[in-house]
């Protein structure tokens, strides 16, 4: 079983600055799609950004364009988001998902992905 540990949630002022971190422990870390999702107080779970085993194969959904930047240290086991100009509707639950892929395949679906953290809270206040 592979876990996932997400870090670095907390509260931040509108305009603010959060680095989230997962780390793994898995010798397959390499080989893996990464996920960041979140999921605020009564919405369904929501993806994004992923990237692929290629640290350039990456997507994110329109909402954090321009403000997150996922990235991933292989030598650390590690898959970053960079939050940047936070906003209060960027309050959540932020979760890092994990699962085996090919060189060129990425996964938006919560579906699409074995291998869940447990959640770090994320509060922006305005």
């Known amino acids: 079983q592979v876990q996932l540990v997400e870090s670095g949630g907390g509260l931040v002022q509108t305009g603010g600055s959060l680095r989230l971190s997962c780390a793994t422990r898995?010798?397959?870390?390499?080989?893996?799609?990464m996920a960041w999702f979140r999921q605020a107080p009564g919405k369904e779970r929501e993806f994004l950004a992923a990237i692929g085993r290629s640290a350039d194969n990456i997507k994110y959904t329109d909402s954090v364009k321009g403000r997150f930047t996922i990235s991933r240290d292989n030598a650390k086991d590690t898959v970053f988001l960079q939050m940047n100009s936070l906003k209060p509707e960027d309050t959540a639950v932020y979760y890092c998902a994990g699962r085996w892929a090919d060189r060129t395949t990425l996964f938006t679906a919560t579906t699409r992905y074995a291998y869940w953290g447990q959640g770090t809270q994320v509060t922006v206040s305005s």
């Open positions: 898995s010798l397959l870390f390499s080989t893996y799609a």
